[in-house]
C-alpha cells in the first residue's frame, strides 16, 4: 500500500498541486515552502485520529485565512434531521455549503491495496497505471491484468466554516461517492485503520510516546495488540480512597479542622461538614494524559519520566516503539518529520533504513545531508511554491557534465546545501566559496544599510571545483526553480555566455585570479598590517626576511600557498571598508539589490493607483 497521488486546494500555504509520490521519499525545500502541509494533508485523509479533533480545522487552515461564506439556505420544513453513521460521526448529508464557500479539498489516491482493503474497499476501488502515473481507463477490460496496474482507491477531505453553527467542519468521503453516487459515503474512521497511517511529528510525538493519550504510540500499539487494560475503575478507587495531608505534624489538618468547626455555625450539624484533601476528581481521560511510563537514568535505581530524558534517547525509544507497530501492522505508511533532531549522523541513517524496512511507505522531511543522501535521485521530492501559493515538485536532472557518481561523491560538500536553498551563489573555486561570504559579512557589520550578508540574503553559496563546472552546476540549480548567481575570475566569451544562459547575475571581474583581484584593490596599509597578524611559512621567512618592504609581492605567493585555506578571507575579514576592493564592495550591493529590491523599484513597478481604489490591490509579492 502507497500514497501515489495527493492534490490539495485551499489548504495552508497550498493554492493548489498535484504531487507524485514515491513509493519511499524525503521531501526537501527551503523553510515554509510546505513540506509539513503536505504531511498534514495525508493525516487529514487517512489520519483515523486528526478528525478527532474539535473543531478538526481552523481559520489558518485556509489558504491566506479565506473561509468566510455566504448564507446557507435553511432545509425546508419538514426535513429529517441528519443522522449519525455506525462511528457516530454526522452522515454525509450533512455537508451542504453554499456553492461559492471557500473549502479545503484535498483528494489522495492509495494504490497497491492488500487484500483485505480490496475486500473492506471494493465498490469504490479503480485501476491505477504505475507505468503512466495515471487512473486506467481504457475500454478494454484485459488491459487491468498488466504488470504496472493496480488496484487504487480515492479518498477526498473537505473542509469549511459553517457560518449558522459559527464554527468549522471537516468530513472525509470516498471521492467516487462525491461524483457517482446520490449521497457521499463517509470514509470512517474504521476505514482508516485499515490504511494504517501514522503521521509521527517532531515536536510533539516523543514527548507523548509511552503515555496513554489517545493516539500516542503506546497506544497504538496496545489498540493493534488488542488490549484493553480494565484499570480505570481499580485506579480511580485507590486515589479516591487517598487522604492527603492527613498526619497533624504537617499542619494542614488541623487548619481544615478549625475551618469545619466555623462551618457548622452556619449549616446543620447532619450536613457531616469535614473537609479533607484528595487527589483531584480524576476521569478516565485525566488518567489517560497523567499516565505514564518512567525510566531509570544513569547507572542507579532513581527512575524519571521518560519524556525528562535526552532528545535524542526519547527519538530512538521512539524507533523502538515503530518497530513494534510495524510488527503487528505490515502494511503502514510512515510520515515522518524531522528524524535527524538530537541524533547523531550513525542514528539518522539507521532510522532511515529501520523505517524504510518496516514500512510499505515512508515519507519524511529533512534538513540533514545524512538522511538526504540515503535517498536516490527519483526519491528525492525538491518542492517549491511560488507567490500565488502553487506548489509543485521540481524534478532533479543531472546536466551532463554533472554525472551520477560525482553527485554521491560530492553530495555533502557540493549539493546538499544548495538542495535546502533557495537562492545559491555558485563560485568558481574554494578561494571565492570561503571569502566572498566572509567580505559580505565584515561590509554588513561596518554599513548595514548599505550591504547584507549572504547568510541574511538567504543565500547558499556552492563551490563549482572550477570554472568548467559552473555552467552545469547553474543548470542542476536554476532548474529546480533556485535562484542562481554566480563569482567567477574573467572568462572566456564561450564559458562566459555559458555561465550567464543559466544565472540570474554573473559577479566576474577582470583579474585572473582573486587573490590577484584582491591584491590590485586593497591598500597598501591594509597589505602591511596583515602582514604583521600572520605567522609566515619558513620558506617565505626566508625569502623575505622584512615582508613589510615587500607586501604585495610577498603575500602574492603567501597567498597562493595557502589557496583554499581561507588565508585571503582572513585578510579581508580584518580590513575596513576603503580597504576593501571596489569590485567586491560593488558585488555585495548588486546581489542585495537582486534579492532585496529597493522600494523605488517596487513603486515604478505598480501601475499607479487611481482616486479611491485599494493601494495594496495588484501588488504582487516580491522575492
Known sequence: MRACR??????????????LLPKHGVLIGDNNTGKTTILEALDLVLGPDRLNRQPPIDEHDFFRGDYTVKPVAAPADGAAEPAADDN?????????VAADAPRIEIEVTVADLTDEQKGKFGDYTEFWDAATDQFYNEPNPAGVDGAAITEALRVTFHGWYEEEEDDFEGRTFFTRSLTEGDTPELFSKRHKQVCGFLYLRSLRTGTRALSLERGSLL??????????????EDTLGTLSGISVASDPKLGISPILDSISVALKKYVPKEWGVKPHLKVSNLTRE???????????????????????????????LVLAMLSQIAEDKQNVIFAMEEPETAIPPYAQKRIV?????????????????????????????VLGRDTEGMLARKIIALPDNVKLKRYRQEFRTRFCEGLLARRILIAEGATEASAFPVVCRRLSEIKPEVYS?????????????????????????????KRTFAICDKQEDGNKALIEAHVELSLMHEEKGF????????????????????????????????????????????????????AIADFLAQCSESEIPEWLRNACVQLKDACTPAPAA???????????????????EID
Open 6 to 19: 495527493l492534490i490539495i486546494k485551499n489548504f495552508r500555504g497550498v493554492k493548489a498541486t498535484t504531487l
Open 453 to 481: 550578508s549572504l547568510e541574511a540574503l538567504g543565500i547558499c553559496t556552492v563551490d563549482a571545483g572550477s570554472e568548467s563546472n559552473i555552467p552545469g552546476m547553474a543548470q542542476f540549480y536554476s532548474a529546480l526553480g
Open 88 to 96: 457516530g460521526e454526522p452522515a454525509a448529508n450533512d455537508t451542504k
Open 353 to 381: 533504513h529501520e523505517v524504510r524496512k518496516l514500512a510499505s511507505q515512508t515519507l519524511f522531511t529533512s534538513h540533514s545531508p545524512y538522511v538526504l543522501e540515503e535517498f536516490a535521485l527519483e526519491e528525492t521530492v
Open 286 to 316: 485525566h488518567l489517560r494524559k497523567v499516565i505514564t511510563a518512567f525510566i531509570a537514568t544513569g547507572d542507579g535505581d532513581h527512575a524519571a519520566p521518560f519524556y525528562r530524558q535526552g532528545t535524542g534517547t526519547i527519538n530512538m
Open 219 to 232: 497506544d497504538i500499539i496496545l489498540r493493534l495488540k488488542e488490549v484493553r487494560p480494565q484499570m480505570w
Open 515 to 566: 587573490e590577484a583581484m584582491v591584491l590590485k584593490g586593497t591598500t597598501e596599509a591594509a597589505l602591511k598590517r596583515f602582514v604583521n597578524l600572520i605567522t609566515w611559512p619558513p620558506h617565505l621567512k626566508a625569502k623575505y626576511p622584512d615582508p613589510g618592504a615587500q607586501a604585495t609581492v610577498a603575500l602574492s605567493e603567501y597567498f597562493a600557498g595557502a589557496k583554499g585555506n581561507w
Open 602 to 620: 517596487i513603486n515604478a513597478a505598480v501601475e499607479p493607483v487611481a482616486a479611491g481604489a485599494d493601494p495594496g490591490a495588484g501588488v504582487n
